[in-house]
């Protein structure tokens, strides 16, 4: 995807720039409960009153910058921030998608 060139430019720029790194976030509820939403909001800024069903699944990225708190003045620019590339994976909660909803879960790490 995307942010794995960005990730390729970033290391032959100035000697390899900042470090980049690569976030999944899986949002999975049930059906109904505001989970496009949520991504909506967090993606865009502005949550979707009515949004369509998700079939499957949908997936959105957004890029942060993390800047680190513990900065001092020996402290170099790259080594201060980080980009970061977020999925957000917005699994269906309805009932019919229920059977392949394991496929989501591989490589991810944490408890259901």
Not at 45 to 60: D, E, K, L
Not at 65 to 94: C, N, P, Q
């Amino acid at each position: 995807m995307f942010w794995r060139e960005r990730e390729r430019e970033s290391k032959n720029l100035d000697g390899g720039g900042p470090p980049t790194g690569q976030v999944r976030v899986l949002i999975v509820g049930d059906s109904g409960v505001g989970k496009t939403s949520l991504v909506h909001l967090i993606v865009n800024g502005s949550a979707v009153a009515r949004p369509n069903p998700t079939i499957g699944c949908m997936v959105s990225v957004k890029h942060l910058t993390y800047k680190s708190s513990a900065s001092s003045s020996y402290s170099l620019k790259s080594d201060m921030e980080r980009d970061f590339f977020v999925e957000l994976w917005d699994i269906s909660g309805h009932e019919r998608y229920k059977a392949s909803r394991p496929l989501f879960y591989s490589q991810i790490n944490g408890e259901p």
